[in-house]
């Protein structure tokens, strides 16, 4: 353990300032120092997580996504619009949306390969397309849930909200594959140099068509669960997932140069960005302050800690 | 990815077509649009909406200059829009001011502009962040900033003299695309016929060479984020002074469409590759985009998807982007 914070500083930085703000918070709020609190952190953290997790793989093979709130904005609004409170319909709904998301995804790794054009291109592309089908669908937010369906937003086993455990278990898997199997080989080995990998002969194109119907199939979870905690889908949210995953892939020690990064520092990322928004809500924080110090912990986080073995590696 | 990044490929007329296509495929993709739009609907080619289109093209173009510049260093900046609108919030600030009100306009928003674009030049360079968190992260300090000042609703008129900038016209030439066409040549000559050009050029190509044969890296990086935050600076006065009423969020989205705008006009977001004048380019035909799809008649929802495709098109008829991958 000790070994393999050494190797990442990075995750060092990061526990470093998630231990201060628990610090801080304990001392300045008494609500916050709460079992209840910190379910409630953990409960808030799934969306970000599913996200980041997609973003943190796709971020390793040199992309970016930055199609994920129009995707979240479709996917939403139509799950709730056609289970509309029928509970025969919300299974199949949710599987049909699902793969939706997974296709998606393949729709957009599909269009890097074969037409060459940088991922920040074809994803803003992709998110006006989708945003546009959304409003298409509807300008509302229609339909709902039916009775107990918001028990993957609300939930808990053994008092754990279901949604992050759920993630938690992504995230293992996700890890997992990233450090053992060959496909997490090829994906860091292309995003080290995709010109080597494709000279070696890797199978490139699936590297990428995984990887993006990976991030297509976590968006399509987090709108499900964004639906099951607000009870209907909205076609204009826009969530910041975008910019939120980047944030927290990044502070996780990820590069946006591609080829190295750990999901480990990705979650721990995501848990100290949620930590931080909801300790300045119980320090009565105003939003605007909140936005100030959200961007100095960032520049904090990354100048101080991250970022730094860049000379040293 | 591209077959030009192979040496021993050349020689050779195929590669001269290719190259060709790169060069000019987005200026061609870019007249048949127009002249296809043109000879569809009447609305597009009044001179009315000829006008309208030029006059939107400027604030935009004029952020590109400053987006471009950044990206030929390995760099992007996000707190563009942010910093346009805080220059659309600091126009407001003198009403008291009388006819001083456009100096201290102008002398603030500069001094603002300068603090961003240092911040963003000293965290990239000297800290080593990378430009999407530094960026983005004063982009958020400075909306935090923006909002305790105005506590969440700006009021108040901007000076006639930017509002004769954004949205007049000088025999029937929008002035602000003067301003552009002079704001873009300063820049171009900057960057094309001087010695801190060449250094700009040579660190985007490969910063270890050019630390190597003495340039100073850190410098010319911090330059270039300057010259966007400045520029943005002055592109939010100018499309505030466009829409002459000001909120928190003038410039949101320009961001994003000012680094697709300078991709589309083939500058590589590896650095080091592309000039200004197709960054323009590029802000021109994403602004008739969004013209197009308005006078088509589409329902607004369809806007953004027939958006989004023809951004995709563009980009992958002529790959002009092929490089960057």
């Known amino acids: 353990m000790i070994a393999y ?266 848990f100290m960005v949620q930590l931080l928004n909801n300790l300045l809500n119980f320090l009565d924080v105003s939003t605007f302050y909140q936005w100030m110090i959200q961007g100095a912990v960032v520049i904090a986080a990354v100048s101080l800690f991250v970022e730094r073995r860049r000379t040293t590696a | 990815m591209n077959t030009t990044s192979f040496p021993t490929d050349r020689s050779g007329k195929q590669i001269d077509v290719v190259a060709m296509l790169e060069r000019y495929g987005l200026l061609a993709f870019c007249a ?77 928003t500069l001094i603002m502009s300068l603090i961003i674009g240092l911040a963003n030049g000293f965290l990239v360079t000297k800290r080593g962040m990378s430009p999407f968190l530094a960026t983005l992260a004063t982009m958020i300090v400075l909306q935090g900033l923006r909002f305790a000042w105005t506590r969440g609703a700006p009021s108040g008129r901007v000076p006639p003299e930017i509002q004769v900038i954004g949205a007049g016209q000088f025999y029937g030439v929008p002035v602000n695309l003067v301003v552009l066409a002079v704001l873009a040549l300063i820049v171009w000559i900057t960057l094309a016929k001087t010695p801190f050009g060449r250094r700009v050029y040579m660190v985007g190509g490969g910063p270890r060479a050019a630390e190597l044969v003495g340039v100073n890296v850190d410098r010319i990086v911090i330059a270039c984020y300057v010259a966007s935050a400045v520029l943005a600076g002055i592109g939010g006065l100018v499309l505030v002074g466009y829409v002459s009423g000001v909120d928190n969020w003038v410039g949101r989205g320009y961001e994003l469409d000012s680094i697709v705008a300078a991709v589309m006009g083939g500058v590589a977001l590896s650095g080091g590759r592309g000039s200004v004048l197709g960054g323009i380019l590029g802000a021109f035909l994403l602004t008739v985009i969004f013209n197009i799809v308005l006078l088509l008649g589409f329902p607004v929802q369809l806007q953004f998807v027939v958006k989004g495709l023809i951004i995709i098109l563009a980009m992958a008829v002529y790959r002009v982007g092929g490089e960057i991958r």
């Open chain 1, 5 to 270: 914070l050494r190797r990442n500083p990075a995750l060092l930085g990061v526990l470093g300032l998630i231990v201060l703000l628990a610090v801080i918070g304990c001392i300045f709020s008494a609500d916050f120092r709460s079992i209840q609190n910190l379910q409630n952190i953990f409960e808030q953290s799934a969306p970000l997580a599913f996200t980041a997790l997609g973003q943190t793989v796709v971020i390793i093979t040199r992309g970016i996504d930055l199609s994920i709130d129009a995707q979240i904005a479709l996917l939403s609004s139509v799950a709730s619009g056609v289970i509309d409170s029928d509970p025969q319909r919300a299974l199949p709904v949710v599987i049909g949306v699902l793969a939706a998301g997974a296709f998606i995804g393949l729709i957009t790794g599909a269009l890097i390969v074969a037409l060459r054009i940088h991922a920040l291109i074809v994803t803003l592309g992709m998110a006006a397309v989708l945003q546009g089908l959304a409003l298409l669908y509807t300008l509302t937010p229609v339909g709902g849930i039916p009775d107990g369906y918001d028990f993957f937003a609300y939930g808990r086993v053994l008092g754990v909200p279901v949604g992050m455990a759920l993630a938690v278990v992504l995230f293992a898997v996700v890890g997992f594959v990233l450090a053992y199997t060959r496909l997490g080989r090829q994906i860091f080995a292309f995003g080290g140099d995709p010109h080597a990998a494709t000279m070696v002969g890797l199978p490139t194109t699936r590297v990428i068509l995984f990887t993006y119907c990976l991030m297509g199939f976590l968006t399509a979870i987090t709108s499900v669960f964004l639906v099951s905690r607000l009870g209907v889908g909205n076609p204009v949210a826009d969530g910041g997932f975008n910019l939120g995953s980047i944030t927290a892939v990044v502070i996780g020690g990820t590069m946006l140069t591609g080829g190295r990064g750990s999901v480990l520092g990705t979650l721990l990322g995501v």
């Open chain 2, 32 to 108: 048949v649009l127009v002249l296809l739009t043109a000879s569809i609907s009447p609305a597009f080619r009044s001179p009315t909406n000829l006008q309208n289109v030029l006059t939107n093209v400027a604030p935009l173009a004029i952020v590109v200059l400053g987006q471009c510049m950044v990206i030929l260093v390995r760099g992007f900046d996000l707190s563009v829009s942010s910093v346009m609108a805080t220059a659309a919030v600091i126009a407001t600030q003198f009403e008291s001011a009388g006819a001083m009100a456009f100096p201290l306009t102008l002398l603030a």
